[in-house]
C-alpha cells in the first residue's frame, strides 16, 4: 500500500501536495500545542524556524544552479555536488521545520516522515530519466555523489556561473512558500488565543 501511494504521489505530485496543505491547514486549525505558553513551545518554533530558514535559503541556492540548465545538461556543482537531490533534502528540513514550528513534536515527526515516505518514487522517477537522458555520465555522477544526505567532503564550486534570471526569480515564489506555512501557523494561533477558533484537540 505504501507503495501504491508513493507511486500515485510521484505522478499525481502537484494534485496530492494541494491535498496535503488543505489537511494540514485543517490539522492545525482544530489542534493546538499541548505545549503552550512553556518553553518548550518557545524552542520548537525557534527550532522550526531554523529548518525552515535553512531550507529556504537552500532551496533557493539550488534552484540558482538550475535555472537556465535543468533538463539541458547534467548540473552537478554547488549543491548538487553534495546531494543528487538537494532540493528534496532541503524540503525535507522545510517540512520537519513547519511541524515543529506547530509548537509540537508530533507534526515535525509526521511531516518528515511524510516526505520520507513519498519522495523516494519521485527521485527514482527522475534519476530514471537523467540515466536515461545522459548514461555513462550520470552513472559516474551517481557513483561520487550520495543520493541524498550531503556528503561535504566531494563540495565543487565554480569561480562563475551563467543563470538565467527569468527562470530563477519565477522559482523564487516557489522556493518560499516555507515561510508563508510558518505565517499561516501564527495567524491559526492567533485566531486559538482570541478565541475565533476553539482548538479540539492537544497535540504533544
Not at 494541494?18 to 500545542?33: K, M, N, P, Y
Not at 525552515?52 to 534552484?63: E, F, I, K, N, Q
Not at 541524498?148 to 567532503?153: A, D, G, Q, V
Request: a neutral charge; charged letters at 15%.
Amino acid at each position: 500500500m505504501q507503495r501504491g501511494f508513493a507511486h500515485y504521489f510521484a505522478t499525481h505530485r502537484l494534485l496530492v501536495s494541494r491535498i496535503f496543505a488543505v489537511a494540514f491547514f485543517l490539522t492545525v486549525l482544530a489542534a493546538e500545542s499541548a505545549h503552550e505558553g512553556n518553553l518548550l513551545s518557545t524552542l520548537l518554533f525557534l527550532v522550526g524556524l531554523a529548518l525552515v530558514g535553512a531550507a529556504t535559503v537552500g532551496r533557493l541556492w539550488c534552484s540558482l544552479y538550475i535555472s537556465g540548465h535543468k533538463n539541458t545538461e547534467l548540473i552537478t556543482a554547488g549543491p548538487y555536488s553534495l546531494s543528487r537531490n538537494p532540493l528534496y533534502f532541503f524540503s525535507l528540513l522545510g517540512f520537519a521545520g513547519i511541524g515543529f514550528a506547530s509548537e509540537t513534536v508530533t507534526l515535525g515527526i509526521v511531516l518528515a516522515v511524510a516526505m520520507l515516505v513519498s519522495y523516494p518514487a519521485v527521485i527514482r522517477r527522475e534519476e530514471d530519466v537523467l540515466r536515461e537522458r545522459f548514461g555513462a555520465e550520470f552513472e559516474a555522477y551517481c557513483a561520487r555523489v550520495p543520493r541524498f544526505l550531503p556528503r561535504f567532503s566531494g563540495y565543487v564550486e565554480p569561480e562563475t556561473y551563467t543563470v538565467n534570471p527569468r527562470l530563477f526569480r519565477r522559482t523564487m515564489f516557489d522556493v518560499v512558500w516555507f515561510i508563508w506555512f510558518v505565517g499561516i501557523l501564527e495567524f491559526v494561533e492567533a485566531l486559538h488565543e482570541y478565541h475565533y477558533v476553539k482548538p479540539l484537540i492537544h497535540l504533544p
